[in-house]
């Protein structure tokens, strides 16, 4: 099978992502979308950058994006660091920054185990606290990676936990807010005070732009140029001139983002009550997700499914009964809900 493989290739156990069906008219509550489409803003831009220009490579530095997210962080373009998807970012952080033993929680964004291999690291696996919080002294010292709000359970850290980590490590702590406009503080504030952390940031979730593929890294301009080194010895144009136009676009229509963040904040509350009164151990999320406990779990997601609502289930032992749902719209959670009702 694994004839002519490198022998890296042939060691890795490569992260799956979540499905992405081919079918129409299904309620897809698996992947951690935002429901909603991106500003209009952001789609006028890519129509006007898909023109004659597409000839030319784009810009290596992202200029225009860097720009536009300095200016809505108030740090430096110099602090800012693109890349395609935050999985990019957060790939090139994994080797820019950690050469040895790297931290993170067993319950944790299922794609740090993988880069951890790749790169050739050794994993501290920190378990989470029964209840599913992070235990922040455990992560006092070292190198680490933490979701902040941690995925799959939605539950944050507050920016004093951060710091105190932050102050404690002996060297980068790198901190993923793919999910923090729901509701988590962020801890760019910190970029200021100290020289080794790293926040990663996505347009997937909280701008709608999951299908553009753009996340960015905001940090000392140090290591932005220690990224920029690990980036330029990869792929000099990992965001194409669409991308470019579209997340500038995206990022300076704050208006708009935190509208919609607000309506899938409130969703998310609302049913997270209702999904408690159906029966599931529900955690306080400030994610656009919720993760319910249910002994029945396996069985509830496939009747789910012939039922045309997709959500996620993770295989690791601690988290088997439970199910990962996206906040979609409140139509889409209310066909959940009556669905749960039939099921259980
Ligand atoms: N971090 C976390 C915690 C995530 O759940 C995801 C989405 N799978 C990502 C990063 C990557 O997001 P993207 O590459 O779409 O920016």
Redesign the pocket.
């Known amino acids: 099978m694994k004839e002519f493989w490198s022998k890296k290739a042939a060691a890795i156990t490569p992260y799956v ?1 979540g499905e992405q069906p081919k079918i129409k008219n299904i309620i897809k509550l698996n ?2 979308e935002n429901p909603y489409p991106p500003s209009p803003k952001a789609i006028e831009a890519i129509k006007e950058a898909a023109n004659d220009a597409l000839r030319l490579y784009p810009d290596p530095q992202s200029t225009i994006v860097r720009e536009a997210a300095a200016a809505l962080h108030g740090v430096d373009p110099e602090n800012i660091f693109c890349a395609n ?4 970012a ?1 790939a090139i952080a994994f080797q820019a920054f950690f050469d040895d033993v790297v931290k993170f929680p067993d319950i944790t ?1 299922s ?1 740090y185990p993988v880069w951890a291999s790749l790169y050739g690291l050794v994993p501290e696996i920190i378990p989470l606290n029964d209840d599913f919080t992070i235990p922040v002294k455990s992560f006092l010292g070292g190198c680490c990676v933490i ?1 902040n709000p941690n ?1 799959p359970t939605g539950i944050p850290l507050s920016l004093d936990e951060i710091e105190a980590i932050v102050k404690a490590a002996d060297g980068v702590v790198v901190i ?1 807010e ?2 923090c406009d729901f509701g988590g503080e962020s801890a760019v504030p910190l970029v200021k005070k100290y020289p080794n952390v790293v926040v ?1 940031r ?3 979730k909280s701008h709608g732009l ?1 299908g553009l ?3 960015y890294a905001i940090a000392d301009a140090n290591l932005i140029t220690a990224m920029d080194a690990i980036k330029d010895s990869f792929n000099s144009y990992p965001i194409d001139r669409l991308a470019q136009a579209g997340a500038a676009a995206a990022l300076a229509d704050k208006a708009y983002t935190d509208n919609i963040t607000n309506i899938i904040s409130e969703t998310r509350d609302k049913y997270s009550v209702i999904l408690t009164e159906l029966g599931f151990d529900v955690l306080p999320s400030k994610s656009n997700f919720l993760f319910c406990g249910h002994p029945d779990a396996e069985n509830i997601m496939a009747e789910l499914r012939k039922r045309g609502i997709i959500v996620r289930r993770f295989g690791s032992e601690r988290i088997q009964d439970r199910l990962r749902i996206t906040i979609g719209t409140p139509e889409q959670m209310d066909a959940l809900v009556n669905a749960l009702k039939e099921i259980i």
């Open positions: 992502a992947t951690n998807g935050s999985d990019e957060l964004y794609f979701a995925a993923d793919a999910y990663i996505t347009l997937s999951a593929r753009f996340g």
